[in-house]
């Protein structure tokens, strides 16, 4: 069956920086789009940033330059590096596979992590 396992996330504190793994199994994982959304409470699920099978790279705004999103296709597995961190990225992060190329939404993906809390204090 399908799956995809977060690890890496934690506290920090603001400037700092965190590194988030997924690794994906049941499905093949280098025809896949890979993606990394957030949720804060009370706000909806966002893209944060993706990256296609051949390696084409998205990031919203407020990431940008900050975030870096990458995959090892060898090791099934995707890598959100966050440097510069702010409180305001405290979320709960998701990594999500699509199977269309990349998407901006996530309706656009059809396989989701169960997710890992990232904090970042003032």
């Known amino acids: 069956q399908v799956q995809l396992v977060e690890s890496g996330g934690g506290w920090v504190q603001a400037g700092g920086s965190l590194n988030l793994s997924c690794v994906a199994s049941?499905?093949?994982?280098?025809?896949?789009?890979m993606a990394w959304f957030r949720q804060a409470p009370g706000k909806d699920r966002a893209l944060v940033g993706a990256?296609?099978?051949?390696?084409?790279?998205n990031y919203a705004r407020a990431v940008k330059g900050r975030f870096t999103i990458s995959r090892d296709n060898a090791k099934n597995t995707v890598y959100l590096r966050m440097n510069s961190l702010k409180p305001e990225d405290t979320a709960a992060y998701y990594c999500?596979?699509?199977?269309?190329?990349?998407?901006?939404?996530?309706?656009?993906?059809?396989?989701w992590g169960q997710g890992t809390q990232v904090t970042v204090s003032s």
């Open positions: 990256i296609s099978w051949n390696e084409n790279t």
């Open positions: 049941g499905f093949t994982f280098n025809t896949y789009a």
């Open positions: 999500a596979a699509g199977g269309n190329g990349i998407g901006y939404t996530p309706a656009a993906y059809d396989y």
